[in-house]
């Protein structure tokens, strides 16, 4: 089956750095996407891996453990306007995303 | 440019009815998927079009769902008749490569 993990809510201060985990378990593994998304509105991408390592993109970075079933998003310099659901997102062979619960960020001043 | 709109942005309808969401994707993107959040639960993709051609409709709920894409451009979802549980968000996406997805800002559909 599918199942997709990562921690509910995380709280952090300005300019600090955040680390939000993710493990799945899906079949037709493509590759691990990650979107914010603020108060319900429409998800917006920050990262994508498709291979094992670090993918960096400003402040956000983003790895990937194919092994392990593993990644993570990097958040680094922390602004307020972070504050955010982010999600992990696999993607199979038709590119289709599947969403979790996601991580409620919440950045504190 | 312009990125992915939606049409209507807010629809209130009572069950039974019919509702049509619009979806526009962004110029050139053959790519064009449908997912939906109903209340409390996660956004789930519902189908995944290349240019005019389905090319999954696995996460389609049932037959009341129909969706097209006339010509490759823009999409409609219909949902006939609308039961309560369809209730909830739904977004269009749309992409020209295989990673990233450019979201539409959604339809929040209230079926009463």
């Known amino acids: 089956g599918q199942s997709l993990e990562q921690p509910s809510e995380v709280t952090a201060v300005e300019g600090a750095i955040v680390q939000i985990n993710c493990t799945y378990q899906t079949s037709g593994f493509y590759g691990l996407s990650w979107y914010q998304q603020h108060d319900g509105g429409a998800p917006t991408f920050l990262s994508y891996?498709?291979?094992?390592g670090l993918e960096e993109t400003g402040r956000f970075s983003s790895f990937l453990s194919r092994s392990d079933s593993y990644g993570y998003l990097l958040l680094q310099e922390l602004q307020m306007k972070d504050s955010a659901s982010y999600f992990c997102?696999?993607?199979?062979?038709?590119?289709?995303?599947?969403f979790g619960s996601g991580t409620q960020l919440t950045v504190l001043p | 440019e312009a990125g992915v709109t939606q049409f209507p942005s807010h629809s209130v309808i009572e069950k039974g009815q019919t509702v049509t969401l619009r979806c526009d994707p962004i110029s050139g993107h053959d790519n064009l998927y449908w997912y939906r959040r109903v209340m409390g639960k996660e956004i789930k993709f519902l189908l995944h079009f290349v240019k005019e051609s389905k090319q999954d409709e696995s996460g389609m709920p049932n037959n009341r769902f129909l969706a097209e894409r006339t010509g490759g451009t823009y999409s409609t979802l219909k949902v006939q008749p609308a039961e309560l549980e369809d209730s909830g968000v739904y977004f269009c996406a749309s992409s020209q490569g295989t990673t990233e997805q450019f979201f539409g800002p959604g339809t929040r559909l209230t079926v009463l």
């Open positions: 891996n498709a291979l094992d």
């Open positions: 997102a696999p993607s199979g062979s038709a590119r289709q995303l599947t």
